[in-house]
């Protein structure tokens, strides 16, 4: 799997946007990106994921570079809730099975 | 539905102890995997199934583990004999296509198991 590069901590206030970085400078033109959280004491859980256009969903948006060879996941309104480790994860579409978390981004939210 | 069930959610061994972790995954899921968390190495994919059947098992670390699904409800993951260092978050997961396909994996609540 294509490695990705994410920054190791951020910090965000609440209510306000969150844009969450992800390089992914070896990704093929066939890997699909992908995004889990994973709340403190919680098993991750899926945000989002897409492959070359932005995604929109109840959770968050997925912004791709044009090259693909970074994405931006955002929280548009942060809530104390949304602190925790966010995964950015490519997948080969010959991969069916297997998804390959890198260490993430632990997101902290200030009251 | 429940989510998938995850059992026991804390285990504390001895050292050469055989542990038993059991996952109950959603109904209709066809695809079930392993995961282990550590702090030193984060989450890692120890094994997954496809209808049963055991598709990848590369990430087992050794032989002391191993992994059963004996029907699409229930698997185990079984560590013999039990080390310290096995000390770990173990998550299950389920996905009802190929990840692919939905992009969701959808995850237990995990099991904390303590080697002493």
């Known amino acids: 799997d294509a490695k990705t590069t994410q920054p190791n901590s951020m910090e965000s206030n609440e209510e306000e946007p969150v844009h969450l970085p992800c390089n992914h400078s070896t990704i093929s033109g066939t890997d699909y990106i992908h995004w889990y959280r994973q709340l403190p004491s919680q098993g991750p859980e899926y945000v989002i994921h897409g492959l070359t256009s932005n995604v929109n969903n109840r959770m968050a948006s997925l912004a791709i570079a044009e090259d693909r060879k970074s994405s931006t996941l955002i929280l548009h309104r942060a809530t104390l809730r949304d602190a925790a480790v966010y995964y950015c994860i490519l997948r080969e579409p010959s991969n069916t099975g297997k998804l390959i978390f890198g260490q993430g981004t632990t997101l902290q939210v200030k009251p | ?116």
């Open chain 2, 1 to 116: 539905d429940a989510g998938v069930i995850q059992s026991p959610r804390h285990e504390v061994t001895e050292m050469g102890q055989e542990v038993t972790l059991r996952c109950k995954p959603i109904s209709g899921h066809d695809y079930l995997f392993w995961y282990r968390q550590t702090m030193m190495r984060g989450l890692e994919l120890l094994i997954y199934f496809n209808n049963n059947v055991p598709i990848d098992d590369s990430g087992m670390p050794e032989d002391r583990f191993s992994a059963k699904m004996p029907n699409a409800s229930f698997s185990t993951l079984k560590i013999q004999p039990s080390e310290p260092r096995d000390s770990a978050v173990y998550f299950c997961a389920s996905s009802l296509y190929p990840v692919l396909d939905t992009g969701e994996l959808f995850f237990g609540e995990g099991s904390r198991l303590t080697v002493l």
